[in-house]
């Protein structure tokens, strides 16, 4: 079965600070992998999705991810978080052939403060 | 327009009642889910549809049952509330393509049993 670890519960940053969220997947297989974003009493929002190809991906808002296979990792980054930015982030997973369910991470609360 | 929409957006009620919180998509996916956010903020995937069929169905009590009439719509009947069952509900739908495909999440219904 598949499971996915998010190691910071909350995180607490500066505005233009760098942000680092972890993500960490237990799978046999290959897996597709996500990124969503909640901000205050909204709905999940797609940041970024990985498949195949180059393990470095871009999002939107200025997020990105890498892929580090050997790590089972997905770590998601910003260069210079915004106040805006301000929302709950989660890594999701999911089974690499066809539409299967999103197995998700308890989620990292980002907290950016002016 | 709305992608997914989900009605109620909040829904208060007492225990042993039951319920229904529909879900409607605009998208044409053949593929609609539900998942289950709790007071943690945790999300898990609770059904999933393919057109009109049921394909997952998670360790969910049997007093949940999702209803398909359409491709375009998954309600979810719950029988007899119970205060467990106070949670965020997230309906969600994907294409069924052979591709990677993004889960696009409705708005959330937040269900307080009392």
């Known amino acids: 079965a598949q499971s996915v670890s998010q190691h910071n519960h909350h995180v607490i940053l500066s505005e233009a600070a760098s942000l680092e969220l972890g993500c960490n997947y237990s799978y046999g297989g290959t897996v597709n992998l996500f990124w969503y974003v909640q901000y205050p009493g909204q709905h999940l929002q797609l940041l970024l999705k990985?498949?195949?190809?180059?393990?470095l991906v871009k999002g939107i808002k200025g997020f990105e991810a890498e892929f580090i296979k050997s790590k089972f990792s997905f770590n998601l980054r910003k260069p210079s978080v915004q106040w805006s930015d301000t929302a709950e982030y989660f890594c999701a997973v999911n089974a690499w052939s066809g539409n299967t369910p999103l197995v998700f991470g308890k989620g990292t609360r980002l907290s950016v403060i002016a | 327009d709305t992608a997914v929409s989900q009605t109620p957006k909040y829904l208060v009620t007492q225990m042993g009642n039951d319920k229904s919180i529909k879900c409607e998509q605009n998208l044409g996916h053949d593929t609609m889910y539900w998942y289950k956010q709790d007071s943690k903020k945790f999300l898990k995937i609770m059904f999933s549809?393919?057109?009109?069929?049921?394909?997952i169905n998670e360790t969910v009590p049997n007093r949940f049952s999702p209803k398909s009439p359409d491709k375009a719509h998954l309600n979810l009947h719950i029988n007899s509330l119970e205060l467990g069952d106070s949670a965020v509900y997230f309906c969600?739908?994907?294409?069924?393509?052979?591709?990677?495909?993004?889960?696009?999440f409705g708005p959330g219904t937040r269900l307080l049993v009392l």
């Open positions: 969600a739908s994907s294409p069924q393509t052979e591709l990677v495909e993004t889960q696009y």
């Open positions: 990985y498949f195949s190809g180059d393990p």
């Open positions: 549809y393919n057109n009109k069929e049921l394909i």
